[in-house]
């Protein structure tokens, strides 16, 4: 089946109402800025009457961790949450594990070659960091500057390529729902992307866009280290046939107290940590609510009572707010245990 029978097939499902999701990826416990964002997607999807999706991300096979995905299932359970569609109940359009669906990526980027919008890359790293032009201001190095876009050159052929997105010669602009007008040129600002890597695993930016397609996705509450990568995404929503791609809401960051992000990466406190010095889940979503200024300094609250102390003007306007002046540094990580 290719790429545009899929999405016949899942147009039968009929989407008139906010359809958000969360979609973790099983490297390791959540810690409190991950659950952080998944209550704020849960409360977006919920004031609305929504349904809420939850995906389990797991394509980077090198990161993942055995256990993650039930202990995801398991704390975000125990903050209270619930999802329509999951892993773990099935639903219309499953799976909801990423690596059951790399058929579907697959067909996609057979699409996308058949528009002739995918090329070889043979670079490494290196190659790239030597020959571009100017570093990318965020995570992932240098623009690429295009080298094997025309012409691959017969010395990299000894390598397996890794394969690339030609990204069209515009400026895409949207307005987030939390951070507001944005815009990105991503010949100048990114380059050529990978949608599948030299390992054979599928890129992230491509199996995103897939899922929220074929799911169904109206709205994408996330973090606001991936606002940078939203215009990559609207590309390929364009190039795959979308004419609606989802509503964006990048939520604030948590930080430590050196004003870093909580990561996994850098072994950031658990739940489980904090569970284990003593702290309930109401204790949690109360000191949620009053980093956004819903409730006051040492609420108690359930994500269900929480509902019907916000509606979605309140929702929206805290979130902005903090976008717009962040929570400080030592009042952004939960109590000391």
Same mark, same amino acid.
């Given at each position: 089946m290719n790429f545009d029978q899929h999405l016949h097939t899942t147009q039968g499902f009929a989407?008139?109402?906010?359809?958000?999701?969360?979609?973790?990826?099983?490297?390791?416990?959540l810690h409190l800025g991950n659950l952080r964002t998944a209550l704020v997607a849960w409360l977006q999807t919920r004031l609305q009457g929504g349904e809420f999706i939850l995906r389990i991300e797991?394509?980077?096979?090198?990161?993942?961790?055995?256990?993650?995905?039930?202990?995801?299932l398991a704390d975000l359970t125990w903050l209270g949450l619930d999802w329509d569609e999951g892993p773990d109940i099935g639903g219309p359009r499953a799976p909801?594990?990423?690596?059951?669906?790399?058929? &579907? $990526?697959?067909?996609? %980027?057979d699409k996308l070659t058949q528009q002739h919008l995918i090329f070889p890359c043979y670079c490494s790293r290196k190659d790239?960091?030597?020959?571009?032009?100017?570093?990318?201001?965020?995570?992932?190095g240098a623009i690429y500057p295009g080298i094997c876009r025309n012409e691959p050159s017969e010395n990299f052929h000894h390598r397996t390529p890794a394969l690339r997105y030609c990204v069209p010669d515009e400026t895409f602009t949207f307005v987030d729902a939390i951070a507001g007008m944005?815009?990105?040129?991503l010949a100048h600002e990114v380059g050529d992307f990978v949608v599948?890597?030299?390992?054979? &695993? $599928?890129?992230?930016? %491509?199996?995103?866009?897939v899922d929220d397609i074929l799911m169904g996705i109206t709205d994408v509450v996330r973090g606001a280290d991936l606002l940078s990568s939203t215009a990559r995404q609207l590309a390929l929503f364009q190039a795959l046939g979308t004419a609606r791609p989802p509503r964006y809401w990048h939520v604030p960051l948590v930080c430590d107290e050196l004003g870093q992000r909580l990561s996994k990466r850098e072994n950031a406190a658990s739940l489980e940590f904090w569970r284990n010095a003593g702290m309930n889940a109401a204790q949690l979503v109360g000191r949620f609510a009053s980093d956004?200024?819903?409730?006051?300094?040492?609420?108690?609250?359930?994500?269900?009572?929480?509902?019907?102390?916000?509606?979605?003007?309140?929702?929206?306007?805290?979130?902005?707010?903090?976008?717009?002046h962040p929570v400080p540094n030592e009042h952004n990580i939960g109590p000391t245990p």
């Open positions: 989407v008139n109402h906010v359809r958000g999701r969360y979609a973790p990826s099983p490297t390791g416990r797991d394509l980077d096979k090198p990161r993942i961790r055995s256990g993650s995905t039930e202990a995801i909801y594990t990423q690596s059951h669906r790399q058929s &579907l $990526y697959q067909a996609a %980027l790239i960091a030597l020959a571009a032009s100017a570093p990318h201001a965020g995570e992932e944005q815009q990105q040129h599948r890597r030299a390992d054979g &695993l $599928y890129a992230y930016q %491509l199996a995103v866009v956004f200024g819903w409730l006051t300094a040492g609420a108690e609250i359930s994500a269900r009572e929480l509902l019907t102390e916000i509606n979605l003007d309140s929702f929206i306007a805290a979130l902005q707010a903090q976008h717009q």
